[in-house]
């Protein structure tokens, strides 16, 4: 195998299970997956760590096994960050650069950023990412890319995506107490969009919603930009949850109701019984419609706030491309016809696609934020020069990726 690979791990760390997906990237950026492996996670709270052990443990136990399919040793990895703080802010920026004949370069670029988030981002929240959606020089606006352009003042608008101080470090603790780096903080829905959507979507206007255990994500694009980030911290085990309270049944019984038996299409004539058991002996018989209206009153609820948010965006049916779910929520069968009467949008269900290697294993609405943080990872460990565009700062010099040990490399070698 070309020596030159390098190996990226993408980390997802959910309230409900925790997920890796490891991949290899060769000189010319295709990325090979070669690892992944789920497991159930511990200690997470509505996306956020409540203690360290908890999901410490559940990190290392789970990429026992994605690392030896790898034949990897995972040291650092980039890490879905989730919880309701996660929040997008739009801002803008002014500087002046000099005369008119003076040509726009990346320390002014990084100047009109660092003015454009300094005092607009409160003190104890930690910036993750800098979107910036246009410039304007002299006032002309407009412009997606101002380096080498000339002007003497230089405006920025951006969208700037930040999560709470103590929710980042707490993260970054809890998967370094499990041995791993946590070398980017990414939001799960941003993750995940990176592997389920494509570059038209993005351009022409789409947005990709997570439904997940404790939390639904919703990230926003539109000409090619990250324009919106929000969390509602209510997911597919709120669903669970009403079930066991209003049918007075234990919490695994309620999610193989869930699981098995309800379906997003809440018009089609269906067996008013559900039943559960072997008949004559521990069956047990459930009323559908008491099950539906459940099921429906929680689900109206959580997308009924990704309308909201989608609202105060200003994107509620504004997105040509419609909304792509992801997510193990995104499971539950014709979700996607609840999803399109509700935001009264397209809907489909998105999986990571695109990838070699073993990818068809994880080619799963689930799988796609940690095979998003992967493809993110992989591209920042390709990128070597500068290119023109001064985007987000996900092109970054590399530190990542560190190359696989001695003996790993032999094993790797045989494939
Ligand atoms: N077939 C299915 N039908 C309905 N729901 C399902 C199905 N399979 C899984 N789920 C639900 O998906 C949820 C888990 O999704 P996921 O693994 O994306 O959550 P998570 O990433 O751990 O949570 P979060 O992102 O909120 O922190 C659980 O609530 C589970 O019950
Ligand atoms: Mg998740």
């Known amino acids: 195998m070309d020596n030159d690979n390098r190996f990226v791990t993408g980390l997802d760390v959910g309230t409900e299970n925790v997920r890796a997906v490891i991949a290899s990237v060769n000189k010319s950026g295709e990325i090979a997956i070669v690892g992944y492996n789920e497991g159930k996670s511990a200690g997470m709270r509505k996306g956020v760590p409540a203690n360290l052990a908890g999901p410490a443990g559940s990190i290392d136990q789970m990429?026992?096994?994605?690392?030896?399919?790898?034949?990897?040793?995972?040291?650092?990895?980039?890490?879905?960050?989730?919880g309701s703080t996660v929040i997008s802010t739009h801002t803008e920026g002014m500087i002046a650069v000099g005369t008119v004949e003076h040509e726009i370069n990346d320390e002014d670029l990084d100047r009109?950023?660092?003015?454009?988030?300094?005092?607009?981002?409160?003190?104890?929240?930690?910036?993750?990412?800098?979107?910036?959606?246009?410039?304007?020089?002299?006032?002309?606006?407009?412009?997606?890319?101002?380096?080498?352009?000339?002007?003497?003042?230089?405006?920025?608008?951006a969208n700037v995506i930040s999560a709470l101080t103590p929710?980042?470090?707490?993260?970054?603790?809890?998967t370094?107490?499990?041995?791993?780096?946590?070398?980017?903080?990414i939001p799960s829905v941003v993750a995940a969009a990176k592997a389920v959507l494509t570059e038209r979507q993005k351009e022409n206007g789409v947005a990709v919603v997570d439904f997940g255990a404790a939390t639904t994500s919703v990230a926003v694009y539109e000409e090619g930009d990250l324009q919106y980030v929000g969390v509602v911290p209510a997911g597919s085990n709120n669903i669970t949850n009403d079930?066991?309270?209003?049918?007075?049944?234990?919490?695994?019984?309620?999610?193989?109701?869930?699981?098995?038996?309800?379906?997003?299409?809440?018009?089609?004539?269906?067996?008013?019984?559900?039943?559960?058991?072997r008949e004559g002996k521990d069956e047990r018989v459930f009323d559908r419609k008491e099950v539906e209206e459940v099921v429906k009153a929680r689900l109206d609820e959580i997308f009924g706030e990704i309308r909201k948010k989608l609202k105060s965006a200003k994107y509620d049916q504004r997105l040509p491309e419609g909304i792509v779910l992801v997510g193990g929520g995104a499971k539950m069968r014709?979700?996607?016809?609840?999803?399109?009467?509700?935001?009264?949008?397209?809907?489909?269900?998105?999986?990571?696609?695109?990838?070699?290697?073993?990818?068809?294993?994880?080619?799963?609405?689930?799988?796609?934020?940690?095979?998003?943080?992967?493809?993110l990872a992989a591209e920042s460990a390709q990128y070597t020069a500068p290119t023109s565009k001064k985007s987000s700062k996900s092109a970054k010099t590399p530190k990542s990726g560190s190359g696989p040990v001695g003996l790993i490399k032999k094993i790797f070698s045989k494939f």
Do not use: W
Not at 364 to 373: D, I, R, T, V
């Open 63 to 82: 990429l026992g096994d994605a690392e030896r399919m790898g034949g990897y040793d995972v040291r650092s990895a980039y890490v879905s960050i989730n």
């Open 167 to 174: 929710n980042c470090e707490n993260l970054k603790k809890a």
């Open 112 to 157: 009109v950023e660092g003015v454009a988030v300094s005092g607009r981002i409160p003190a104890n929240r930690d910036v993750l990412d800098v979107v910036p959606l246009e410039y304007a020089l002299d006032g002309q606006g407009g412009i997606k890319d101002p380096l080498g352009m000339s002007g003497a003042r230089l405006e920025m608008r």
């Open 334 to 375: 014709d979700i996607d016809l609840f999803a399109k009467k509700s935001l009264e949008a397209a809907v489909k269900i998105g999986t990571p696609k695109g990838l070699g290697g073993v990818s068809d294993a994880i080619e799963k609405p689930e799988f796609a934020a940690a095979a998003g943080l992967a493809m």
């Open 243 to 277: 079930l066991a309270i209003v049918l007075a049944i234990d919490p695994g019984l309620a999610e193989e109701i869930k699981t098995r038996f309800v379906t997003g299409n809440f018009d089609t004539d269906k067996s008013p019984v559900i039943k559960i058991g």
């Open 176 to 185: 370094s107490a499990a041995d791993v780096h946590a070398e980017r903080l």
